[in-house]
């Protein structure tokens, strides 16, 4: 291999190794969504894992990270770090789906889809009474039950559940 492909080999190793390292650990068993409709429009669809929350009697714990952010990579960190506290109260409960996207779309781009309906993400906030509506955050988590209703008002952004009790009072709906 010559030094051009060498380099060429390298530079697409760089860019393919950040993309696979974003996201909530694997130790959380996360159902990673990817968009579709991309790059028009980034369509995240949970009716599959809405679909296996009720029949597993689950909640839904749904992550929004972008695979360019420094306090989504901070937030995973801290999850990959206090695994062995956090995992089992996350399996309890929840069916983790981590959304996957990036910085350079803006909100406007980004839908939810629940079954047939497909949400704009701000009309997507409004429908679940999210009050952060008035724009996108990243990283932004919202908790559903297993109709896709939200159960409670969630935080957003940086300094999001940096200890351990934080995320426990959040994963036990104490408000």
Request: proline share 7%; hydrophobic share 45%.
């Amino acid at each position: 291999m010559g030094p051009r492909a060498r380099i060429a080999l390298a530079l697409c190793w760089a860019l393919v190794v950040p993309a696979a390292a974003a996201g909530i650990p694997a130790r959380y068993a996360p159902t990673v969504v990817m968009p579709a409709g991309v790059p028009q429009r980034y369509e995240f669809d949970l009716t599959a894992p809405l679909q296996r929350a009720q029949r597993e009697r689950r909640r839904l714990y749904v992550y929004l990270g972008a695979s360019d952010c420094a306090y989504c990579r901070k937030y995973e960190a801290f999850l990959e770090r206090h695994a062995a506290e956090l995992v089992s109260h996350f399996a309890k409960d929840y069916l983790v789906v981590d959304l996957r996207s990036n910085l350079s779309i803006q909100a406007e781009r980004i839908y939810i889809r629940i079954g047939d309906r497909s949400l704009p993400y701000a009309e997507f906030q409004r429908s679940i009474g999210d009050e952060r509506a008035r724009l996108l955050v990243y990283p932004s988590v919202w908790l559903l039950d297993g109709q896709g209703k939200p159960l409670m008002q969630m935080p957003a952004g940086t300094g999001t559940f940096e200890t351990v009790p934080e995320q426990l009072e959040i994963l036990n709906l104490v408000q």
